[in-house]
C-alpha cells in the first residue's frame, strides 16, 4: 500500500543517493506532458523538501519552458536493484540558466559535468512511495560516456551553438528561456 508524506524521509533520501535512474514529468497547461528519464549522478537532495538536479544539454528542452509557464514537477525513482520500490517527490520547481546569478551557489552542490545546462531546484511538497513489486530486476553496468565527451567536445561556444538551434524551443513552439548564441 501507498503512503504518502509532507517530506522525503532519511531512508527515502538514502534510496534516492543510491540511483542511477530517475524520472521527470512535466506539463504546460496546454500542450503535450513531457516524461524523461535522467542519469549521469546529476542531483541531490539538499534537504528533506529540497531537490537539485543538474540538467544536461539533450535533444529537446521541454521541462525548462514546462516550468517557466508551470512550475509543477514530479520526480520518480524505482528500486530496480535491491528493494522493490517506486518514489515520487511531487513539488514546483524554478529553472535556474548559467548566466543566471544564482548560478554559481547552487553549483556548488553539484558535480561539474559537461553540457550543464540548467540547475532545476525543486521545493517537494508531497513523497508517496509504493511497493514496486512489478518492477523488474535490473543490475547497473555503467554511465554511459556519450553524452559527456560530446559535449566536451563541443566546448561552451559550441554548446551554446546547439542550445540557439535545437534548444531554444519546445515541440510545441513555446520558448525555453535558454540563452541563444552571443
Known amino acids: 500500500m501507498g503512503k504518502r508524506y509532507s517530506e522525503l524521509q532519511p531512508d527515502q533520501i538514502s534510496f534516492i543517493a543510491e540511483q542511477h535512474l530517475f524520472f521527470v514529468a ?33 535533444s529537446g528542452n521541454e521541462t525548462a519552458a514546462h516550468v517557466a509557464h508551470d512550475p509543477r ?10 528493494r522493490p520500490l517506486i518514489l515520487r517527490a511531487y513539488g514546483k520547481a524554478r529553472v535556474i540558466h548559467r548566466d543566471d546569478a544564482h548560478w554559481p551557489a547552487l553549483m556548488a552542490h553539484l558535480p561539474a559535468i ?49 542550445w540557439a538551434t535545437r534548444n531554444t524551443k519546445t515541440i510545441d513552439g513555446a520558448p525555453t528561456g535558454i540563452a541563444p548564441a552571443p
Open 26 to 58: 512535466t506539463a504546460p497547461l496546454q500542450g503535450r506532458v513531457n516524461l524523461s528519464p535522467k542519469g549521469m549522478d546529476a542531483l541531490r537532495v539538499v534537504s528533506p523538501t529540497r531537490i537539485l538536479w543538474l540538467n544536461l544539454t539533450g
Open 73 to 82: 514537477i514530479t520526480l520518480m525513482w524505482c528500486g530496480f536493484e535491491k
Open 114 to 162: 559537461p553540457g550543464a545546462r540548467q540547475i532545476f531546484d525543486v521545493t517537494v511538497d508531497l513523497v508517496q512511495s509504493s511497493c514496486g513489486f512489478a518492477v523488474p530486476f535490473m543490475d547497473f553496468v555503467a554511465e554511459r560516456p556519450v553524452l559527456r565527451d560530446w559535449a566536451a567536445d563541443k566546448g561552451d561556444a559550441g554548446l551554446r551553438d546547439y
